[in-house]
């Protein structure tokens, strides 16, 4: 079975500091997307960052960034520069590529970015 | 463009009633998936629809609920003799056909289901 552990239930940071959120997953598939989607609020699911299996270069969208470890089996997000509308959800999800494409999503990190 | 939409936002209603809830996926987007988001816990998946037709209902959790798309557009979920367990919140998300890679999944807004 795939599944996707996000061991930090919450966490918080100062505004305008780094904060890392941790994922890893578990799976037999060779060939598969990462996702790390945001969710404020208002529960509008927001696409924040997602990675493909077979590039070795992380994905960087402004002031996030992953770092992928494939052999690990890890997909952690880093945020630089937290700002006070960072402050969601954050849901780690994975993907094979094929078949339905359905995510399969970790349990959630609470955030709080603090003034 | 517009995003995809849910409604009702919110529903009410008396367990062993029957429930509909709708999906809009973005104009285009062939592909749509319901998911479930009970309290505290992340979305799990429940059907997967390509057009009309859905290859994939391996995550409904009984045979209450059902699920239909017609024209290749709306889509609604069907929960019948709602229980307490059934409260959650029920979240659309559609994406393009897939061609070569894995589309990215945009979500509506969920509808809160609280069965009383």
């Known amino acids: 079975a795939q599944t996707v552990t996000q061991s930090q239930p919450e966490m918080s940071v100062q505004e305008a500091e780094t904060v890392t959120l941790s994922c890893t997953y578990d799976t037999s598939e060779n060939n598969y997307y990462l996702f790390w989607y945001k969710q404020p609020p208002s529960r509008q699911m927001i696409l924040v960052i997602r990675?493909?299996?077979?590039?070795?270069q992380n994905a960087t969208e402004n002031r996030f960034s992953v770092n992928f470890q494939k052999a690990a089996k890890s997909f952690s997000l880093k945020i630089s520069d937290s700002q006070l509308g960072d402050t969601a959800m954050y849901f780690c999800?994975?993907?094979?590529?094929?078949?339905?494409?359905?995510?399969?999503f970790g349990k959630g990190t609470k955030l709080t970015v603090n003034p | 463009g517009a995003g995809v939409s849910q409604s009702p936002s919110n529903k009410v209603t008396e367990k062993g009633k029957d429930v509909e809830l709708r999906c809009d996926p973005i104009?285009?987007?062939?592909?749509l998936y319901w998911y479930r988001q009970s309290l505290g816990q992340g979305l799990e998946f429940l059907i997967y629809f390509q057009g009309n037709s859905a290859p994939d209902k391996s995550g409904l959790p009984s045979d209450r609920f059902s699920a239909e798309r017609t024209g290749g557009s709306v889509s609604t979920l069907t929960i019948q003799r709602t229980q307490q367990e059934d409260s959650a919140v029920y979240l659309c998300?559609?994406?393009?056909?897939?061609?070569?890679?894995?589309?990215?999944?945009?979500f509506g807004p969920g509808t809160r289901l609280l069965v009383l």
């Open positions: 998300a559609s994406s393009l056909a897939v061609t070569s890679g894995v589309e990215t999944q945009y």
């Open positions: 990675q493909e299996a077979y590039k070795q």
């Open positions: 104009s285009g987007h062939t592909a």
């Open positions: 999800a994975f993907t094979p590529q094929g078949g339905s494409e359905k995510l399969v």
